[in-house]
């Protein structure tokens, strides 16, 4: 049993080290516009947001609408403090080059993006924590709401911008290695995402593996239960939702890396509502069910379906049928099955172990051996 | 206060004028109850005579109307009616308590008062010894940082360890990697104690543990709960129904009706009171 | 008097949306009193209205456009029902949400798809579009008739759940799902009928709503809809005069919000949810709502 997960560990590091040098070969020879690119990016950032949103509705059992409003105070932490002095004045161009007269490294501005989120994640979970699940639900919708409003108010212009556009901070392209001409040499651009995002999914599934991961579970399963064994419901809840929320503000921040431009607009509940359904069509409870429903999801709206929107699908030629919003219909009627006659998803509450697949290939080649022989 | 508690003798748990109101209806009338050091003492009384509410009373799940519950010595819960309770309230003693003391259930458990639950209560997509695992959470030394980057590779090797020693003498140890909800009745009723164990009580709460099992099941079971009241030293109060567990295993008897206490004595002392006969069976018109 | 006539114009608007807040989550409170469902589609179905009306009215005549809307309307909510609840009858509460959501979403991008993504112009009713005046401050004439329209609505509910036998079984099966099915109550047919009733006073309350308003949008019914189950969860849900009253207290709140100028503008929406969470916190069943306490 022991060995079986040194092992297990070991291969699936392998898995991810191939991942990373894959991305990082991928990236060298195929041209930068590549729709796979633009898959890879924003899925590996759907990727982190889902796997926070699943620590809380999966692990913890709390039905909490706010990642859209933690992903927005992520971003606007981002390109507020990373908006380079020089561009202050042209982006801030109604409120006199804004109060901020610094920039910030962006390693430490992503990390303050995660702060900012859980701090306010820490605040609100005071009063809305208390609450049963679908008031939960509604009340942390209400707080990204109001989280929004008050980034659109232009009395904190000088520091959000209002409602304009925030941009000219650092994208993913400020990863790519250039010369002194500013050619690029080594692309980084999808790389570094996904060593961030990486390295994020890696301290949620060693905190999933704990001793609190365990009391998550058992909040989840049964509170009564779980408090008559020790655990306090406030501080745990709590504690899930402020880190969900830290690594959600982190993902904002990489949203608003990939986008270039924030607009507090585009926060809106229906970006919750996608990473709530990226989190159901993984399986609720699953990371890596989160992390391929991530990709396969972007993948879906932003590559395989896109000729249901522009006139021709699967070579059938259609365009009075397939027109701008057709993909989005066809989606939506994909994930209403889903959650209808497969309601536990891809993985259901199981992980994708390397240790799995490594089995599942050597039954099949046991399989052939043993038919070879009859 | 408390010195005079404790010079009394050796006593773990006491209720004072416990009682708890919901609406208009009184579910505990003015209980008053004690349990010594070592004991093994019954609560038993018609269904719906209030001793889950007890219960949970004492165990912090719901906050008692007016009265006080004692754990060596300390008062860990304390309330008088308040608010809209003030006029509504029809019991008894009313003004004699000032104080409020009111703790969640988990503090209650950590200072080793340890419950099960009438209807089993179990992490049911967890394995028998992760359920038994939860419950070393609260006593292991680590916070969240330490947890999540295995800084606590001791503490969390520590656990295991005594989870699986636990489960060994709980006879539970080969079913380790079942799921719980899997269990045979029985099974998850023992799994259930066990779990309570492993919160390391010294006071433990017992409902309705014999709930469900057949004459044979039973009778291991009172084996079994004095086995472990001497094995851990515990004290424990349980509510049972089973007469037989009752009268083989506890040394004192409380019994309830429509929330008031009715009789109180040694098991022989109870089985010969009208009262708890008539509790029981009914009155005989004209008998 | 300054102060009246300047006020007034916001507080007569305040009461008509705070009417058409009521009639929408009357459909909220009664579900969740019902199934303790949140939904989330019910704001959807309020904006799918509002779309039927647009195309209707383009094809025939309003008189004949008027019922056709609500007809559909109903039979829409009446559809989502079956299809994306019912057979989730008996798993956990969360699955049941998550496929409201989904519903929304689906309707959502139905209506980008047929609208294709434009903004659709919503036609004007002729005599609840007139302008007319009161106390001197001049407002629609959907404005008076709103309010009144939502009493007679409400008295007529509260009656039907009053005194007939559907009514009845409605009431048993918001106080115990189970029992009542024991009872030999057909849940199937009273979960119909409030749904039905639910998306008849959405699609009246869409009519009015958007008569206000020039166009209409994929995404116009989820601000109205998410404000009216604020206000259902302010009244205590469940609760129908908690609803009502609820829904008044938003729609007159926000637009004396609204009158402080421009910069409030923004937050006449966040209100609502401060609102919310204040009742949340300092009442958590709402106004009218009923305590219950968990079983251990």
Redesign the interface.
């Known amino acids: 049993m022991k060995t079986n997960n040194k092992k297990n560990s070991l291969l699936t590091i392998f898995i991810l080290i191939g991942v990373f040098v894959l991305v990082f070969v991928l990236e060298q020879i195929l041209p930068a516009n590549a729709m796979l690119f633009t898959v890879l990016q924003k899925g590996v950032i759907y990727a982190l947001v889902a796997v926070s949103m699943n620590l809380l509705n999966g692990f913890t059992g709390l039905f909490s609408l706010g990642q859209a409003g933690f992903m927005l105070i992520g971003a606007y932490c981002y390109g507020i403090f990373t908006i380079p002095v020089l561009e202050r004045a042209s982006v801030y161009q109604y409120f006199d080059g804004g109060i901020i007269k610094f920039a910030l490294p962006v390693p430490i501005a992503l990390i303050l993006a995660g702060l900012a989120a859980a701090v306010f994640a820490a605040l609100i979970g005071i009063p809305v924590l208390r609450l049963k699940s679908d008031y939960l639900a509604i009340a942390t919708l209400g707080f990204a709401e109001i989280i929004r409003a008050i980034f659109q108010w232009d009395k904190l212009g000088p520091v959000t911008n209002g409602s304009n556009l925030l941009r000219k901070f650092p994208s993913f392209n400020d990863f790519n290695i250039t010369d002194a001409n500013g050619a690029v040499i080594i692309r980084m651009s999808t790389l570094v995402p996904f060593i961030i995002v990486g390295i994020c999914v890696l301290i949620i599934v060693l905190l999933i593996n704990s001793s609190y991961g365990r009391a998550f579970k058992a909040i989840r399963d049964d509170e009564v239960a779980a408090e008559a064994m020790g655990i306090n419901l406030f501080k745990h809840k709590e504690m899930s939702f402020v880190i969900s929320s830290f690594f959600a503000g982190v993902g904002g921040a990489l949203l608003a890396m990939y986008q270039m431009t924030i607009q507090a607009s585009a926060f809106k509940s229906n970006m919750t509502y996608e990473i709530l359904l990226v989190v159901v069509i993984g399986g609720i409870g699953s990371v890596t069910g989160s992390c391929i429903g991530s990709f396969l999801f972007i993948a879906c709206s932003e590559w395989w379906l896109r000729g249901l929107d522009s006139g021709t699908f699967l070579g059938i030629n259609a365009p009075v049928i397939f027109r701008s919003g057709f993909r989005k219909v066809v989606f939506a009627v994909i994930i209403m099955a889903i959650v209808l006659f497969y309601r536990k998803g891809l993985m259901g509450e199981n992980e994708f172990s390397a240790y799995g697949i490594r089995n599942f290939f050597l039954r099949i080649f046991n399989k052939k051996k043993g038919e070879a022989k009859k | 206060m408390s010195e005079e508690t404790k010079s009394t003798n050796n006593c773990v748990l006491k209720l004072e004028d416990l009682t708890m109101q ?1 609406g208009g209806v009184i579910a505990v009338n003015d209980l008053n109850l004690e349990v010594n050091q070592g004991e093994i003492v019954a609560l038993i009384g018609p269904n719906g005579a209030g001793k ?1 509410t007890a219960f ?1 009373c004492i ?1 912090g ?1 719901y906050e008692p109307t007016n009265g006080k519950v004692t754990y060596l010595g300390n008062t860990i819960v304390e309330n008088h009616p308040q608010g809209k309770m003030k006029k509504l309230y029809t019991g008894e003693n009313d003004g004699k308590y000032s104080n409020v003391v009111s703790q ?4 209650i ?2 200072i080793g008062i ?2 099960t ?1 009438q209807n089993i ?6 394995t028998v010894f ?1 359920n038994v ?8 030394k ?1 916070n ?1 940082f330490s ?4 800084i ?1 590779r001791a503490e ?1 090797k520590r ?1 295991r360890m005594e989870t699986e020693s636990l489960l060994e003498e709980q006879g539970l140890l080969h079913l380790r990697d079942e799921l719980a909800a899997g269990l045979p009745y029985g099974l998850q009723r023992r799994l259930e104690i066990a ?2 164990l492993a ?1 390391s009580p010294k006071l433990l709460l017992l409902d309705e543990p014999a709930a469900g099992m057949n004459p044979q099941e039973t009778q291991e079971l009172s084996d079994f709960i004095k086995q472990i009241r001497d094995k851990y030293n515990l004290t424990i109060l349980m509510i049972e129904h089973h007469m037989d567990l009752v009268m083989y295993i506890s040394e004192r008897i409380y019994v309830l009706d429509f929330g008031k206490l009715i009789a109180t004595g040694t098991p022989a002392e109870i089985q010969n009171n009208q009262r708890v006969i008539e509790a029981y069976l009914g009155v005989a018109e004209d008998a | 008097m300054d102060l009246i006539s300047k006020y007034l114009p916001y507080i007569l608007a305040g009461i008509s949306v705070g009417g058409q807040y009521a009639l929408i989550a009357i459909g909220y409170t009664m579900v969740y009193g019902i199934l303790r469902l949140i939904n989330f589609a019910h704001g959807d179905i309020f904006m799918a209205a509002g779309l039927i009306m647009i195309y209707l009215a383009a094809t025939m005549p309003l008189a004949i456009a008027l019922p056709f809307v609500i007809i559909i309307t109903v039979f829409i909510g009446f559809a989502v029902e079956r299809v994306a609840y019912k057979p989730l009858r008996t798993a956990p509460r969360m699955s049941v949400m998550i496929s409201a959501i989904g519903v929304s979403y689906l309707i959502q991008n139905l209506a980008l798809y047929v609208t294709g993504g434009l903004a659709k112009t919503y036609p004007s009713i002729p005599w609840i579009s007139d302008t007319i005046k009161i106390f001197g401050s001049t407002t629609k004439r959907v404005t008076v008739i709103t309010p009144i329209l939502t009493v007679v609505l409400i008295a007529a509910l509260v009656l039907l759940i009053k005194t007939t036998k559907i009514g009845m079984a409605m009431r048993a099966v918001s106080k115990d799902f189970d029992t009542s099915q024991l009872m030999g109550i057909k849940i199937n047919t009273v979960i119909s009928v409030t749904f039905i009733i639910g998306t008849f006073l959405a699609a009246v309350g869409s009519l009015l709503y958007f008569s206000n308003y020039t166009a209409i949008v994929p995404t116009s019914g989820a601000m109205p809809g998410l404000k009216a189950f604020v206000a259902a969860v302010f009244g205590g849900i469940g609760s129908i005069p908690g609803a009502v009253i609820g829904a008044f207290i938003i729609g007159i709140c926000e637009n004396i919000i609204k009158s402080g100028g421009s910069s409030w503008t923004t937050f006449s929406d966040a209100f609502t949810f401060v609102l919310l969470i204040v009742i949340l916190f300092v009442k958590p069943t709402g106004l009218f709502g009923e305590k219950a306490t968990d079983k251990v």
């Open positions: 919901f889950t949970n165990t799940v969640t259930p988990d503090k458990t950590k340890a419950r639950f209560r179990l992490f049911k997509s967890m992760e695992l939860i419950a070393k959470h609260l006593h292991m680590q969240v947890a999540t980057f295995r606590n969390e656990a779990r309570a919160t």
